[in-house]
């Protein structure tokens, strides 16, 4: 698995064998990518259940200011460290090492603003999708005009609503999809 586009092209990133942890694949951040366009510049992303980090890698490459990686998964957290080393350990990359919703509540405390929130809990644990979304729905973690970007299987879509986040769009590959909800 590589970097596609931005200052960081085709670096190769490490991943856990077995299914410990389901990358997103080069196809699938093409096209999100591809749908946020230069809107990723200077913004703040965060990934959440990053796995091998390679989603808030890319945003960082594409001009991402600030990228959250958020990993509880000590396997996942040694691959994201040995991944951001291999960026040169930007400073504008943080693993934050928490369960997601530790981590967002983490996020708030410090006052950060986000515009762009990626989830990509395991699929096999619908109800942590759920919870995580339900609690983004109740804040003000987001920035106004940003949007939570979510990953499922697509067979499994989450709800058109969440609270006042309604589903602006979903996009379709394969097996997987991303739903992208707005207020």
Not at 6 to 17: D, I
Not at 47 to 72: M, N
């Given at each position: 698995?590589?970097?596609?586009?931005?200052?960081?092209?085709?670096?190769?990133?490490?991943?856990?064998?077995?299914?410990a942890?389901?990358?997103?694949g080069?196809?699938?951040?093409?096209?999100?990518?591809d749908?946020?366009?230069?809107?990723?510049?200077?913004?703040?992303?965060?990934?959440?259940?990053?796995?091998?980090?390679?989603?808030?890698?890319?945003?960082?490459?594409?001009?991402?200011?600030?990228?959250?990686?958020?990993?509880?998964?000590?396997?996942?957290?040694?691959?994201?460290?040995?991944n951001?080393?291999?960026?040169?350990?930007?400073?504008?990359a943080?693993?934050v090492r928490?369960?997601v919703?530790?981590?967002?509540?983490?996020?708030?405390?410090?006052?950060?603003?986000?515009?762009?929130?990626?989830?990509?809990?395991p699929y096999?644990?619908?109800h942590?999708r759920?919870q995580?979304?339900?609690?983004?729905?109740?804040?003000?973690?987001?920035?106004?005009g940003?949007?939570?970007?979510?990953?499922?299987?697509?067979?499994?879509?989450?709800?058109?609503?969440?609270?006042?986040?309604?589903?602006?769009?979903?996009?379709?590959?394969?097996?997987?999809?991303?739903?992208f909800?707005?207020?």
């Open positions: 698995m590589r970097i596609i586009a931005g200052v960081y092209r085709g670096r190769v990133l490490k991943t856990l064998r077995g299914q942890v389901r990358p997103t080069e196809r699938l951040r093409q096209s999100l990518f749908v946020l366009g230069d809107s990723i510049q200077g913004a703040v992303f965060v990934d959440c259940y990053a796995g091998s980090g390679a989603v808030g890698l890319e945003a960082l490459s594409r001009g991402a200011g600030h990228v959250f990686l958020i990993e509880e998964d000590e396997a996942a957290q040694r691959l994201i460290e040995r951001l080393a291999s960026f040169g350990s930007p400073a504008n943080v693993l928490l369960s919703r530790r981590g967002l509540r983490r996020l708030v405390e410090q006052r950060v603003r986000i515009r762009f929130c990626f989830l990509d809990p096999a644990v619908p942590e759920e995580t979304l339900r609690w983004l729905s109740t804040g003000q973690l987001i920035e106004t940003g949007q939570i970007i979510v990953q499922h299987d697509r067979k499994d879509s989450p709800g058109e609503s969440v609270g006042a986040w309604k589903r602006v769009r979903q996009l379709a590959q394969g097996s997987n999809a991303l739903s909800y707005g207020r």
